[in-house]
């Protein structure tokens, strides 16, 4: 059994709304192998080594019907087995999921696909790797594959060290509570690291947090709250209760401190947190040493205290309240007359509430110095056995990072101390910070029981708060979320997704200049780039789910668009969970018979994707039935239909129902986009007035703008804005690089457009027509190397007709064809076609093509380039001087042996060896064959 490929999908997608990993495995010989065929051992084994499988409902609905589908019958395969023991594994790692789904290869027998819920996605694929190495290692012995674990592979062993390795990258109880309340308010989240650096909210409004520390917490305060002598004194100066302390650097002046002070003392770092290195209750000279070499592992500068009598408390104070209160008891066992200590510390750390450091809600007791030094006090040793009942503390604070537990008092705390802990918070200037505050009861006011504050944290733990040993659970990280965005502010920029097989790029940029206009600052994810208010950030095809992160991280930006291809769809799903707006374009011929997707109604499915999540409104094209599907499947409150056709039956219908639609209308004036919404009819603008139409005759750019202007509406955009919008994007190669950009600067005109699909290559061809050019018309044509045969023929049909003459090129990288397989195959489409072959020339070269063109061109001509490489095109044409040699060295470039250049198309000599050129059957002018000539 063996992986052939693997998609993390992080977030929407073609099999959940939700991230995802798919595996595409092969199981060979073990396609013949069922789990019935492999019989009760292998089954058994299975469920011994998971037990929790017995909880999986699959196939039957109840409790064990998983289990019950593996016994019966024939059984499941083994990529069905996959997908439940990777599930079950995450979960009995603490991360739980349950979503999964095992569907075979059409036409590949032996190979599934098996998808399965993450929470964090290296977590995923490990669980998949121990998964595999399970089934592998449970196989009887002569159908184990070589890569099979070892005989000596010990499954508990390899759990373990899973489960460890996926507790190191959870995020910690604190943030892991924090990231929770903001989920239950809707506030999308984005973790930064691998740590606890996460953000919660999108561009302008995001807010970040690292634990609980967030990014209003005040330096100055953190730095106060560090220094244990600065807060004592600044405190005292506040008239609120703190004990008398020293700083020292070296011991003598430690025992000296504590002698002025007066025993018992507590010695400390200055700067410390979590316990470490504190000393309580040190009443000799001897112990204050000792305490301070311990206190000096933690830092330069050693704090020695008057030592005060009382439970400790940990008062948490949030945006100025106090919101919870909780009674740390230090770690320790409780005696039973028959166990030892050492053996009582393991029994206490078996509580499945207890980890290491802060994985967990409780931390494992550990038998270290200061245990030891505790135990010795007493006489104890940790093979010493206390009577029933006896409490042994084996830590002197109640840290919970140190092993202590921790009881909720948040009801019972008076109101003095209350008081007290928000002054003392708000002294320091704090927004989130902790009080730990000696006192014998926490219910009197701390002016009669003599209480005391030894210490501000700042980012203090939640555990205790969210999860105590004892009392009731506290929502203490509700308050942070609703400090950071008070309710009724937004956490979200709205987002616009836009889709479809031809026209997204020139949409997307439409509508991020309508909302530019409007005033926002837009980022962009195009297939030129990520641009943020304009500006080019990242160049390349950035239409995938990480560039679509990378603008909702940039803290500038209040609104996203986000063109949606399908490669990234396909490669890692959606990089958002949900938008306010999605649009639809068109489905049509392109990218077929590639990873998977052989059929319009299977592209149509992974264009649906932004429209099944978009909260809204989902924008349709009401003119192609691929998209008027879709409309079934979005919950988005609105669907607005666009339509060119002003007799649409079905809009007409959700028009009369009130429903939103944009509608191409006549009129006396030429072409009205006209607005339907709720009853009214509201007229935008004249189709000649927007540039990028060319006055109305570029009707794929007219189609563009409605469906621009429908998003913009329902974004909330005002008309004017929207018009305003419309009436100054132009398809300049510097607002719409490689759409319908015209070059008007030579005696001909030029047009450079990135088509490369048949119905992008038929749209600009009909254009053509429409503008009307007095004289030849010339076509530089080329079709992507990764389309199928059929998908280039059509390329070529698409031109077929429309052009005087056209030169057949290449892309520069030939995507797995050969060289000059491309040009071949669309000259001889173009023939097919009806085109005669004295007006087709094969120019492999995408530069040589262009010059070829460009130099036979004569005045009144248009020259139409459908290019690949878009910059350097454009300037290839602006910088094309008539009569000048070609940029390209013809000698370099590899030609075909019949390629004649066009400004000698209508001479019989081939012109560098006045060889006289030959014609074919189908009258295509070729020069001799070498090889033939030989």
Known sequence: MK????????????????????????????????????????????????????DHTCSYDTAGGFLRRMREDEGTWLGHVLEHVVLELQCVAGYPVSFGRTRSVADHPGQYTVVFQYRDQEV????????????????????????????DWDFLEARDEFIRYAQNRALGPSTGSLVR?????????????????????????????????????????????????????????????????????????????????????????????????VSIGMSTAEDVETAFEKAREHGRAVVVERFIDGLDHRLLVIDGELVAAAKRVPGHVVGDGKHTVGELVEETNRDPRRGIGHEKVLTRLELDHQALRLLSQKGYTPETIPEDGEVVYLRSTGNLSTGGTAVDVTDIIHPDNREMAIRAIKGIGLDIGGVDFLTADISKSYRDTGGAICEINAGPGFRMHVAPSEGTPRDVAGPVIEMLFPPGTPSRVPIAAVTGTNGKT??????????????????LASSDGVYIDGNLSVEGDMTGPRSAQMILRDPTIDAAVMETARGGLLRNGLGYEKCNVAACINVSSDHLGLKGIDTLEQLAEIKRIPIEVA???????????????????????????????????????????????????????GDMITIYDNGSHIPLLWTHLIPATLEGKALHNVQNGMFAAGLAFSLGINLENIRQGLRTFDTTFFQAPGRMNIFTELPFKVILDYAHNPAAVRTMSDLVERLGEPGRKIVVLAAPGDRRDEDIREIAK??????????????????????????????????????????????????LSIHTALAGARSGDLVMIFGDQIKRCWKQIIYFKPGEASPVDHEAVSQPANYVPLEMENEAYQPETGEKLLRDERGVMIAPDPEEAD
């Open 3 to 54: 992986v052939l490929s693997t998609n993390v999908y992080i977030g929407p997608n073609l099999y959940a709304n939700f991230p995802v990993i798919r595996h595409v495995i092969d199981l060979g010989t073990l396609e013949k192998w069922p789990t019935a065929r492999l019989g009760g051992p292998f089954i058994d084994g299975l469920v011994a080594a998971l037990p929790g499988l017995g």
């Open 124 to 151: 995923g694929r490990e669980a998949g790797r121990l998964g595999l190495d399970l089934l592998h290692r449970l196989l009887p012995a002569d159908l184990r594959p070589e890569e099979a674990p070892a005989e």
């Open 181 to 277: 309340a903001a989920e239950a308010r809707d506030i999308p989240w984005i973790r930064l690291n691998r740590y606890s650096l996460v953000q919660f909210g999108h561009g302008k409004y995001q807010r970040r947090i690292q634990a609980t520390t967030t990014g209003n917490t005040s330096n100055i305060a953190v730095d106060l709250a560090s220094d244990k002598e600065e807060t004592n004194a600044l405190l005292r100066d506040l008239g609120l209760p703190v004990p008398e302390q020293r700083l020292v650097y070296n011991g003598r002046a430690a025992v000296r401190a504590a002698e002025k002070i007066g025993y018992p003392v507590v010695v400390k770092p200055l700067s410390g947190n979590h316990g470490r290195g």
């Open 506 to 523: 020139t949409t997307s940029r439409m509508l991020a200049h309508i909302m530019k206009m409007a005033g926002h600052t837009v980022g």
């Open 615 to 669: 909260q809204d409104t989902a924008v349709l094209n009401a003119d192609n039935s691929y998209c008027l599907k879709m409309a079934a499947h979005t919950e988005a409150r609105h669907v607005c239909y666009v339509t060119m056709n002003p007799e649409h039956g079905l809009v007409k219908e959700h028009v009369r129902a009130g429903g939103r639609a944009v509608v191409l209308e006549k009129g006396f004036n």
């Open 798 to 847: 698409a031109a077929a007709g429309h052009f005087d003459t056209y030169i057949c090129r290449q892309d520069d990288s030939r995507r797995g064809r050969s060289d000059g397989e491309v040009p071949a195959m669309l000259r001889e489409a173009l023939i097919d076609a009806g085109v005669a072959g004295d007006a087709i020339q094969a120019v492999p070269d995408e530069q």
